[in-house]
């Protein structure tokens, strides 16, 4: 509202109506004035909550079509949000961590007791401890259950005793190479990953999400396929074959530039074991140095591979 609008239209409020010709612009543009039905020349002023009435109808409407957009927008996400939130409870208690040493064994023995058809673990070597599955009885009648060990395992007497034990309760124990950590399956629903290094962040973590599960049984099942099947009373005559087995693994990582440490750790074996059987394999080809080691190792593997392709039918 400009000066003169104002002043033009207290006129016409005082006079009942105004010339067209005189009303500024402004009075028009606020609906202030409208023109009588039986004379287009002149004005008539409108009260002023009328005019603020019809000037602000389109605004609110605009207002009124925004909130029902704002409202059909919550109304659509709520669905989304309800499944993000059940998503977020689902995938946090699909993997849950157990800490202390106190409270791992027990979580792992009422896993097993729970078994109804399957149990499979992963065991690695190295500090045998509370983590390990000591009793094979704790596995329900009627439940399958196989275990895989690395190859030293084959050397360890105490070991081999326990392997008895397993074999004896009716599981089934094989041997790799190597294994990188100590896994349990049961019943393929729910998996147990425990890491016993003797840091304070050692413990086990539980998980029950469908996909990664699938995952850790496939990877089971691959190291299965490749192990060697252990029976107790024949050990000793197969251990010159196993320690072949246990030294082209070190052969295969010293290859791979592992250090005696790392390939310990990776067989379940000491460092003293791996430093001895670099040394026989230095012997063997007679390397002076760790890196004409590797490349006679390499060169002596592509011999070796060669000469199977050449005899293979």
Known sequence: MCAQGLARYRYAVIKGCMPLAQAPGCLLQLGLVTPPPDDPRLLVPVAPDVALDELLQPLEEDI?????????????????????????????????????????????????????????????????????LEDPRLVPRGVTHRTLYPHAAQTNAQLLRHIARVEEAGGHVRTVDQVIGRLLLCDRSSAYLVHSDGSPHAGAVEITHPGIVAFLVCVFEDAWQRGTPVSAPVVRAREPVIMDEVERAVMRLLVSGHTDDAIARRLGVSRRTVAGHVSRISQQLGSRSRAQLGYLIAQAEATHDGAEDLAAP
């Open 64 to 132: 009124r079509r925004g909130r029902q957009r704002v409202q059909r927008a919550r109304s659509d996400f709520s669905s989304v949000q309800a499944m993000y939130r059940a998503a977020v409870r689902e995938a946090r208690s699909s993997v849950a961590r157990i800490d202390g040493e106190g409270v791992v064994m027990p979580t792992l023995e009422k896993a097993v007791r729970s078994c109804r058809s399957e149990l499979a673990t992963i065991q690695p070597l190295g500090e045998r401890n509370a983590f390990d």
